[in-house]
């Protein structure tokens, strides 16, 4: 006798399915569960990787249903997203239209399989009933203060007018039209994710290998220092430094090719200097500037900074080694105590002034110090501060740099201040196959959620996608 799997499987799915065996019910009397594993992107077809996925989940959802629990298990599809509108882009179609089929094809596959999934349940992201709750959701994000619009950087394509992905970007220039791509400043969405910075590296409560927890805390890079202000001809320019305790050995200042002051500090002199440099840099991704950071390049502006511990005129730099979308987008550059900043003023020239003294050797001479000194000692050349210890503790546990911080407030010059690696999650989008996002532009510059009584705001339909481009 064989056995006709095909036959029996379906016979018992079908039972199941209208028994309702999966489906969660209303129980008070038993403890709850609820079952999630992540949402499938509708590709098309179901592969292995995706029940490898589903596996562990279904399993542990029927264990805790043996012990007695009312499970719910809800299954869905996370169907909005750039790989669905490139599918329609290439194939001419509207992405729903690539999207829709998808689903009722891997939803046969998912269902075939047997999982307790409750399908009465079931999300889909590009469905407006369920987008409506990400659009309200959003809405009260915005309204407290979660949601907010920003400058940053992003991948501007001048041919197609649009903002691209990195994935669409190959080498500096558009992977479908093979033109130039360049990086330009402008208003994007973000959430204020950095305002829970602290919250995340609460790690007390949860149980996680040492190995993760250092991973998190390193890419969350927290640093406590100080906000100084360089007076300059055009405005106050800020900077972030952990170092507060060297301001007396800065002797040039370094913005990002995108700050708001390179235009405004920049003399006529050197204003073509710096316009070519400026364009060169919008050429690279922020990525290919950090991995050339060891090739040091730059152009001074023409204009200087006035150093608010010593009143020194600093002359100010562009360099693509500094972004605009960390810190304040600018540093102050000690070149005797910090190495990058000192190969950069070896390559330009630039002083080189020690404020720091190792205990037991001679007088470090910033023109012959072959490397930056980065360890322990004493302050010198540091006016008010000379003679104060400086150890290898960060922050206020370093005497050196708490006695800095303390000069900086009382003489109004900057303000204790901690700093994070991590930045404001960048959500803005410029692409049509996502939610749309529930705001009102006035006329004034203002903007207003749209109420819920009025959500869901759903895609335009009378949209193209034969000419080998998004409509956006």
């Known amino acids: 006798m064989t056995y006709d799997h095909r036959a029996i499987e379906t016979s018992w799915q079908q039972r199941w399915e209208a028994d309702g065996l999966y489906a969660s019910t209303v129980d008070w009397d038993k403890p709850k569960h609820y079952a999630l594993t992540m949402l499938p992107y509708p590709s098309g077809d179901l592969h292995m990787g995706h029940w490898y996925a589903m596996t562990p989940s279904d399993a542990r959802a029927r264990y805790m249903r043996m012990k007695g629990y009312n499970v719910l298990f809800p299954m869905g599809f996370d169907a909005f997203g750039l790989p669905a509108e490139n599918a329609a882009v290439t194939r001419g179609i509207h992405p729903a239209n690539w999207t829709w089929p998808n689903i009722e094809r891997m939803r046969v596959q998912m269902k075939s399989m047997g999982a307790m999934f409750d399908w009465n349940r079931e999300a889909i992201s590009c469905d407006p009933a369920y987008y409506k709750w990400t659009q309200w959701l959003f809405a009260q994000m915005f309204e407290n203060g979660i949601a907010y619009r920003g400058k940053a950087m992003v991948n501007w394509s001048p041919t197609l007018q649009t903002v691209l992905a990195n994935e669409q970007v190959i080498d500096g220039v558009d992977e479908r039209t093979g033109q130039p791509v360049i990086q330009q400043l402008m208003e994007q969405w973000f959430f204020r994710i950095t305002d829970y910075a602290d919250e995340l590296l609460d790690f007390h409560s949860i149980d996680w290998p040492d190995n993760i927890v250092a991973q998190q805390t390193n890419w969350i890079g927290r640093s406590e220092g100080a906000k100084v202000d360089f007076d300059t001809p055009a405005g106050p320019l800020t900077v972030f430094t952990t170092r507060p305790d060297t301001l007396w050995g800065a002797t040039f200042m370094v913005l990002a090719p995108e700050h708001d002051l390179v235009d405004a500090l920049t003399t006529p002199e050197q204003q073509q200097a710096v316009q070519t440099y400026v364009e060169a840099a919008s050429r690279r991704s922020e990525l290919e500037r950090l991995e050339g950071a060891d090739v040091k390049t ?108 303390d000069w900086l407030v009382e003489h109004d010059a900057g303000d204790e201040h901690v700093n994070y690696r991590i930045r404001d999650w960048l959500i803005g989008r410029q692409r049509y196959w996502g939610s749309p996002t529930p705001v009102l532009h006035r006329d004034d510059g203002g903007i207003e959620t749209v109420p819920l009584e009025r959500l869901p705001v759903v895609l335009p339909e009378d949209v193209a996608f034969d000419g080998g481009r998004s409509p956006l």
């Open 298 to 405: 730059g152009v001074f502006t023409g204009g200087y900074a006035t150093n608010p511990v010593n009143g020194a005129q600093v002359p100010v730099w562009v360099a693509d080694y500094v972004l605009v979308s960390y810190g304040t987008g600018a540093i102050m550059a000690v070149p005797a105590h910090d190495q990058r900043d000192f190969e950069f003023a070896r390559t330009f020239g630039l002083d080189v002034v020690p404020v720091i003294q190792p205990a037991g050797q001679e007088p470090l001479d910033g023109a012959t110090m072959a490397e930056a000194f980065v360890g322990p000692g004493t302050m010198v050349n540091s006016g008010p501060l000379d003679g104060v210890e400086v150890t290898e503790a960060k922050g206020r546990s370093n005497p050196s740099i708490s006695a800095a911080i």
